[in-house]
């Protein structure tokens, strides 16, 4: 929803429907021009790390359960 807020108001003509056009052409202009704003990008960063924060503290609980 904020990337196409985004777009809509910095970048109308990648959302822009022409039957001329086709989508990989769209995609290639969304790619090129950069038009994820860096906050966005930046909010979707940790959650890789998060994620295996997650896997190590469940392969520990799951060690401390099996060696108890």
Sequence with gaps: MLLNYFL???APEVLARDP???SQRQRRVFLVRGA???WVTLLGL???P???LGIVLIAIACLVTVLR
Excluded: I
């Design 20 to 22: 001329g056009m086709p």
């Design 8 to 10: 809509r108001k910095n």
């Design 46 to 48: 940790p959650a890789l």
């Design 36 to 38: 994820t704003p860096r």
């Design 50 to 52: 998060l994620l295996l």
